[in-house]
């Protein structure tokens, strides 16, 4: 698929046409909707929003043997946590139903 992107501010537009809120409302929504998901998986706490999908943090196991692909150096990687997503049953069924060849 080609590479297409929307930005915060494209999201912050977006919600500022359909609404009536004034631009700033709905940026300051926006920026604190994902200050508490960033938030609340540093905490250790899933977010399941219905009807989208499920964010969580997920244990990456540490490896002693790692290359950096750019330099080819050996190192190694302690265990991490990563943010992982699971889309929700209304995401999938949208998205199984995309036409393909959308990436013309």
């Not at 999201?11 to 609404?19: I, N, R, W």
């Not at 043997?65 to 150096?73: F, S, V, Y």
């Not at 995401?91 to 013309?104: E, I, Q, S, Y």
């Amino acid at each position: 698929m080609a590479e297409k992107k929307i930005t915060k501010y494209d999201l912050v537009e977006a919600v500022y046409q359909s609404t009536e809120c004034e631009k700033k409302l709905v940026q300051d929504v926006i920026e604190n909707l994902l200050l508490q998901l960033k938030e609340s998986l540093k905490d250790g706490y899933t977010i399941e929003l219905r009807g989208f999908g499920t964010f969580e943090p997920r244990l990456r196991k540490g490896r002693v043997k790692a290359r950096n692909p750019k330099t080819g150096e050996q190192l190694s990687v302690a265990p991490h946590y990563v943010a992982a997503f699971r889309s929700g049953q209304d995401l999938k069924k949208a998205l199984w139903n995309l036409p393909v060849g959308l990436d013309d």
